[in-house]
T-cell receptor, first 111, second 115 residues
Framework: GQQLNQSPQSMFIQEGEDVSMNCTSSSIFNTWLWYKQDPGEGPVLLIALYKAGELTSNGRLTAQFGITRKDSFLNISASIPSDVGIYFCAGHSGQGGKLIFGQGTELSVKP | KAGVTQTPRYLIKTRGQQVTLSCSPISGHRSVSWYQQTPGQGLQFLFEYFSETQRNKGNFPGRFSGRQFSNSRSEMNVSTLELGDSALYLC??????????????FGSGTRLTVV
């Protein structure tokens, strides 16, 4: 099935470090979304981006919608142990409720 | 308000059997989308139902089907189960008219294991 290219696949960082992950696509999206998923749970929305070039923050999280509408990145500043989990990007092209997901970035934070 | 409720949380089935999973959306939400999540393929869109009609469909075989009831609750069915159908099945609900982002809420999923 169709997927976004998300990198890196995994990250092992020290508490307090900043983290950056990104997604690219060969297709244009109208909306980019970033989710976090904890074990045994469904994805929870972190940030939604609706316009090309948009830069949005949510606490220590910052995400941007690429100008070409084919990419997005997520930054987490000053990581803490509860940031551990799998982060997914998702793109929406306007087709009802259908989202296309990246493969995820697994984040581990060492105290 | 109550979130998206998926039942059951865990299920073990034998190859060749069929299974039905249920999703109750957030009150007032009319769209329900289903996803399959596996380690190898990640999150893959199955289908979306809106006002009891299938509005979008992913690239899955006909063994995967779904429906939506007048109260917006949705079920998905997988017939003739295969080992590769073992996955976490997630549903998400949204309210017509809201942006796809903040109104689009996932349930905790049903973990299906086929043996």
């Amino acid at each position: 099935g169709q997927q976004l290219n998300q990198s890196p696949q995994s990250m092992f960082i020290q508490e307090g470090e900043d983290v950056s992950m990104n997604c690219t696509s060969s297709s244009i999206f109208n909306t980019w979304l970033w989710y976090k998923q904890d074990p045994g749970e469904g994805p929870v929305l972190l940030i939604a981006l609706y316009k090309a070039g948009e830069l949005t923050s949510n606490g220590r999280l910052t995400a941007q919608f690429g100008i070409t509408r084919k990419d997005s990145f997520l930054n987490i500043s000053a990581s803490i142990p509860s940031d551990v989990g799998i982060y997914f990007c998702a793109g929406h092209s306007g087709q009802g409720g259908k989202l296309i997901f990246g493969q995820g970035t697994e984040l581990s934070v060492k105290p | 308000k109550a979130g998206v409720t998926q039942t059951p949380r865990y299920l073990i089935k034998t190859r060749g059997q069929q299974v039905t999973l249920s999703c109750s959306p957030i009150s007032g939400h009319r769209s329900v989308s289903w996803y399959q999540q596996t380690p190898g393929q990640g999150l893959q869109f199955l289908f979306e139902y809106f006002s009891e009609t299938q509005r979008n469909k992913g690239n899955f075989p006909g063994r995967f089907s779904g429906r939506q009831f007048s109260n917006s609750r949705s079920e998905m069915n997988v017939s003739t189960l295969e080992l590769g159908d073992s996955a976490l099945y997630l549903c998400a609900s949204s309210l017509l008219g809201q942006g796809i982002g903040y109104g689009y809420t996932f349930g905790s999923g049903t973990r299906l294991t086929v043996v």
